[in-house]
């Protein structure tokens, strides 16, 4: 899937301790689709999950001037924007694509290149500050759209990468083997055969 987003506005996606227990409980709803295994072997985990049914390559690309924040609170009241609430936040811009999955390489799932990359403290005053407003004030709507068109604010910049940056994110799976250690070599999952238990026979020993 390819997809081009035109918008002079940034991308948020926001993450905090706050959203677990909605995550936790999505997660109860998909495992919901999938039917009670019989097979006595050990429960397969939601991220093992994740690397059998995703089959989809995906390239996301944003044109102009649109940036991709990614938000990660610092605190686990979800009303704390402010302080030690606001956390730290992860800027993207100029041609900014993000793939997913482009390379077979399980280090590389994730990848976004981008002309800069800013690590920050965002400022959330504004934010506060029009929650209170908007209960007050008729034109809140009016105030929050010229809030979002001033850009984003940062308290403190961090680190800033310029020119044709690249942040990658992969995942890594190891398991246990036989007599201590772990090993990072798997079976490829269509080798693997489920069986019923009145079937399922373990070797001598085993």
């Known amino acids: ?15 905090g301790t706050s959203y677990q227990p909605a995550i936790q409980d999505m ?3 998909v495992e919901g689709f999938t039917k009670p295994a019989i097979d006595p072997s050990d429960r397969v985990g939601f991220w093992d999950k994740i690397r059998l049914s995703f089959h989809s390559r995906v390239n ?4 102009g001037d649109g940036d991709l924040h990614l938000v990660i609170k610092g605190s686990r009241d979800p009303y704390v924007v402010t302080g030690h609430g606001a956390g730290f936040v ?9 793939s997913i999955a482009q390379d077979d390489d399980p280090r590389k799932f994730m990848i976004v290149d981008s002309g800069d990359y800013v ?7 504004h934010f506060a500050r029009e929650a209170t407003d908007s209960s007050k004030l008729k034109g809140g709507a009016a105030s929050s759209t ?3 068109k001033q850009g984003p604010l940062f308290k403190k910049v961090i680190m800033k990468l310029s020119g044709n940056v690249r ?22 999952h269509y080798d693997v055969i489920l069986k019923n238990p009145r079937f399922a026979k373990a070797p001598p020993g085993q």
């Open 60 to 63: 996301i690309a944003w044109k």
């Open 27 to 29: 997660m109860q709803v």
């Open 146 to 148: 010229l809030s979002y």
């Open 119 to 125: 690590l920050a403290i965002p400022d959330f005053n």
């Open 90 to 98: 992860m800027c993207w811009r100029n041609d900014v694509r993000w």
């Open 167 to 188: 942040w990658m994110s992969g995942l890594m799976f190891q398991r246990n083997v036989d007599g201590g250690g772990r090993s990072f070599d798997f079976k490829p």
């Open 1 to 15: 899937m390819s997809i081009d987003i035109n918008t002079s506005y940034a991308t948020r996606l926001t993450w």
